[in-house]
């Protein structure tokens, strides 16, 4: 589902930050050899990100769902100079062309790659994140929440993708439809929770800017 025009969406990336040229060539390369390139962030969601981490300017930053690295990427241009990445993700066959760019982008030695279930993962870090970038299993977000928020501080920016879920959360929920039901709980309980303050933005499939207390 498209929120706004094609015409509006093409006006919108063409009066934002052009795309860097190594995210170009990463999108390229998505596109031609891995299944539903639709995953990737994008120019404009992506500029979106990379505004974000440099206005917060990030020491920690943890990533949860990291496909082919283009979100990443852009969520390092804000990092400190000595700032750390910790990007977690399930698929193995992908950790390859992740490593791939993140070393040409000059990042490289500041992206940590965690292959496994974040919800085992995150539990294991000792670390104090700044920044934080939901965008996994939609099932799993409540749940990623609630393994997060005892690594952050007050301050820290909580980002969730994919909140519109092309529009499904303001229509007639299918009983079988598990992750559509989990993202509706998910959004009240960002909504409702006093430990956070949140606003969704409608930008491209929904992205919720959540900030800790």
């Known amino acids: 589902m498209h929120f706004l025009s094609a015409d509006l969406e093409t006006y919108i990336r063409n009066h934002s930050e052009d795309e860097p040229a190594l995210l170009r060539e990463l999108t390229r390369e998505t596109h031609l050899k891995v299944l ?17 981490s440099k206005i917060t300017s990030p020491l920690n930053i943890l990533e949860i769902g990291t496909y082919t690295g283009y979100s990443a990427l852009c969520l390092a241009e804000g ?16 950790s390859a062309l992740q490593r ?12 940590v790659q965690h292959l496994g279930d974040a919800l085992s993962v995150i539990p294991r870090l000792d670390v104090v994140f700044d920044l934080v970038f939901i965008d996994a299993e939609k099932r799993d977000y ?3 929440f609630e393994a997060v928020l005892p690594k952050t501080r007050s301050g820290t920016i909580i980002l969730s993708d994919n909140v519109l879920w092309t529009g499904k959360v303001v229509a007639p929920l299918d009983a079988k439809d598990k992750a559509t039901k989990k993202l509706l709980q998910y959004n009240r309980l960002l909504k ?22």
């Open 79 to 94: 990092m400190r100079p000595k700032g750390i990445l910790h990007t977690i993700d399930v698929n193995e066959e992908l």
């Open 100 to 111: 791939k760019y993140f070393d040409k982008s000059g990042f490289g030695n500041q992206i």
């Open 142 to 144: 409540p749940d990623y």
């Open 192 to 213: 409702e929770d006093t430990r956070v303050e949140t606003v969704l933005l409608p930008i491209r499939d929904g992205l919720t800017v959540s900030r800790v207390r």
């Open 36 to 52: 539903r390139p639709r995953m990737l962030t994008g120019h404009f969601q992506g500029r979106v990100l990379s505004m974000i």
